[in-house]
């Protein structure tokens, strides 16, 4: 492989591989700017992606493109980084080479930021029926299931039919099932209304299906009612205290497990449509470098974030475990982007012979998310010197978008996506509409006449 | 099927049954506008697609949601019209009934707009070596192929492999061909040039293969030349009179048919991204209902665009071959909004009562391609009362990129396409640089290491 031959030429530089590009790789790759490493930055997609508007391309919102960006074009100033597309299968620590599918690279510090997937708690063969979003080919996926839905209720005959394609079900009450649920009302409700004849979209029924006791519960209480609330005024149907127990191409089982509210036993909703946000597992960094790991899959890492016993090897972001005044952190955008530019700082440090930087300390700026129109929650327990902040409604929502804007990578995306987003507010419009035949792959459609493509 | 349920209900009113929403299907459907009938447009994808700007999205300028809208928004407002997402397999002209896969459709007028597709003139087998471009997944097909070649090309050891993948073939010199072969030019000399480490994109070979004596054959042979000037001039291989004789992953074979310009013989140009423009064999339409075709497949229409001995179905579009003042009508946009504006005009003045107008005739606005950076070829003979126009460079190209926003449906959405080129043309930048594993299918990639993904 051309990228081991070439560093070889900047031996005397020590080799940093960093391994995903998501927000922890690309901030660890650009704290490292014009430090004396050769940096290779290594992921299987050519794009970096800014996940927390991944909703927004799901429910046709945004396209890919105004989310993403190619991770070539971000470091392509940055003159000590290479960025190389390929897909790495393992680690070999004792020859200290990174196994891809396009040949062995060779490191010397090594940071692995390779994020996290969807965990089915071992009912790996739901996925087929309850996508998740993760990457843009998920959300791609997922805006097909929801578009064709439609398109599949205004030509059913049947009422009953015609009822299981007009039934959403979001499985897991945190952001972005949250998220979903309300873009999906918001598109039944005002998008979608003029565009058939024979369904009246807004009969759409959505159900937000949380195990919990509340919705959004790394929110307070109070937050979580209010949202709740916002929901269930725009059409959700939510759901909390109830469990899935099964998930096939009929819908969804629930268990109620809280007898109080809603009866014991079992019900079943019939549904095409399962959108999963349930749970996350890491992706498996721990086991090619031998670290600890907790329950989920990811690796406890030391104080300075580098695995025990390897202080070459850094894992951080959704990957890592990091428990701080006794708590884990939280498996969101910031953690990751702290977290890669506190281990840029300890790689410079390190090798320019400088002493390492304390260990890590995650600096939370609050919890956001959006519910839907003109409606978000901000919560920031009291720490750092702040005081205690909770909002909802307006004021958050506004929140959330100059965030969500002023964080979006890709720079120049900023504009077109801020007018999409006006464009949509004002007329209800989605130009993100399309249906693209043949391009996802393993969409499910259980209709008697054809029989839909699979290639996963 | 509830469609045809339903029709049942307005019965009185009769049904015309449009198949096909791209130009000609659309503006057929949108000339009948609060006219007496029952509408029902069909179509196998939900969106119309600007197909003239189709190059864009293969060459990751615009995103495929920027050049196409779904096709129940445009209609949302026309009460007599309802869209129904189907795929057509035949007609039956003796009961009057369309056949999906969605079942029957009864129609009591029928208007067939369904294209063309891209013909290998008996070489079917070259299509997954040499893809071409017709619809959204193509584009994307192409996109990826495209980029993921500079990325293997990145990565590649041996300088030969490497010269593989950074030679492009193009295999037809109209438009189509003449835009890529700019665009990939472009992309090479500029967007990517900062990207790479290992590679110079600027050494990228672009070869443009037309068979015939010149480029650009519609237009005058004086701009013919200036287009192959430029190009030449912008680094691109043009090489007129010589023939493909073979496609395969390796690359193509060219024939030189004019021994005078490039000696006799076979030559091999070793490419993996080859692109197909070469020529278009219109849908089964014609066969469908027994029309009289011409050798590409086209359906020879009577003057009123009707089908010979079927008053009560019409064919146009790129579906349609019909002859004005002893010429065929170019296959381009323009014909199929001119004819489906007519063909509205007679199914208007048929069931309202009154006489038919005039028989069909093209208004030629003239012939316009972008060839590349501030340049463009405009050229519009003596007829119809104006003068002979000829242009080329800047001025054309000014028109150009005027008459595209100015036509682009989807209305809001030249607002964004506007900035989005404003900003690639001050930046040289490309916003819609994804490869996005998994999404396409049928891509075709050599390498050792991994087979790609095929579900078509």
């Keep these: 492989m051309r990228a081991f031959a070439n560093q070889g030429n900047r031996a005397r530089r020590p080799r940093v591989v960093i391994v995903g590009g998501g927000f922890g790789g690309l901030y660890a790759a650009k704290g490292l700017k014009g ?4 940096i290779t930055l290594l992921d299987r997609n050519n794009h970096h992606l800014f996940q927390p508007l991944l909703y927004q391309v799901a429910t046709a919102g945004l396209s890919p493109e105004q989310i993403a960006a190619p991770i070539r074009s971000i470091l392509s100033r940055q003159q000590n980084a290479e960025v190389v597309m390929a897909e790495v299968v393992g680690v070999d620590t004792q020859r200290q080479r990174v196994l891809t599918d396009r040949g062995e690279i060779p490191y010397d510090i090594l940071v692995l930021a390779t994020g996290s997937r969807h965990s089915y708690f071992g009912h790996e063969e739901w996925e087929r029926f309850a996508p998740g979003l993760k990457e843009i080919t998920d959300a791609m996926d997922v805006r097909q299931r929801i578009l064709t839905a439609f398109e599949m209720a205004e030509v059913e005959e049947s009422a009953e039919a015609r009822e299981r394609w007009l039934t959403f079900v979001l499985v897991g009450g945190g952001p972005t099932g949250v998220e979903m649920a309300g873009q999906i009302a918001e598109m039944a409700r005002f998008t979608l209304v003029r565009d058939f004849r024979h369904i009246d979209s807004r009969s759409a029924r959505i159900v937000l299906v949380e195990a919990g006791p509340r919705i959004l519960p790394s929110f307070h209480p109070e937050l979580s009612a209010a949202a709740t609330r916002f929901l269930a005024h725009n059409g959700v149907e939510v759901r909390t205290g109830v469990k899935v127990t ?3 191409q009929e819908g969804v089982v629930l268990e109620t497990s809280l007898p109080a509210t809603h009866g014991q036993g079992e019900e079943r909703i019939y549904s095409h449509t399962v959108i999963w946000s349930a749970g996350n597992r890491a992706s498996p960094a721990a086991r090619w470098v031998g670290a600890p790991t907790d329950r989920m899959g ?68 609050g919890d956001l998310a959006t519910v839907g129109r003109h409606f978000a929650v901000f919560c920031r327990e009291r720490g750092g010197g702040f005081p205690r902040v909770r909002l909802k409604g307006f004021i958050a929502w506004a929140l959330w978008l100059s965030v969500h804007i002023y964080f979006l990578i890709g720079f120049a995306n900023r ?36 029989s839909a493509p699979v290639c996963r």
């Design 35 to 38: 430090a004396p490493v050769a």
């Design 298 to 365: 990811r690796a406890k890492v030391a104080p300075d974030l580098s695995v025990p016993g390897h202080p070459e090897i850094f894992i951080i972001g959704d990957a890592a475990y990091f428990e701080q005044d006794g708590k884990p952190l939280p498996a969101v955008a910031p953690t990751a982007i702290q977290m890669g530019t506190y281990v840029a700082k300890v790689i410079r440090a390190r090798v320019e012979g400088r002493p390492q930087p304390p260990t890590f300390r995650y600096f939370d700026k």
């Design 246 to 248: 099964h998930i096939d």
């Design 415 to 450: 504009l077109l996506v801020m007018l999409n987003w006006a464009r949509a507010y004002f007329t209800y419009g989605r130009g993100a509409r399309l249906i693209i035949r043949g391009v996802v792959c393993g969409q499910h459609r259980p209709s008697e006449e054809e």
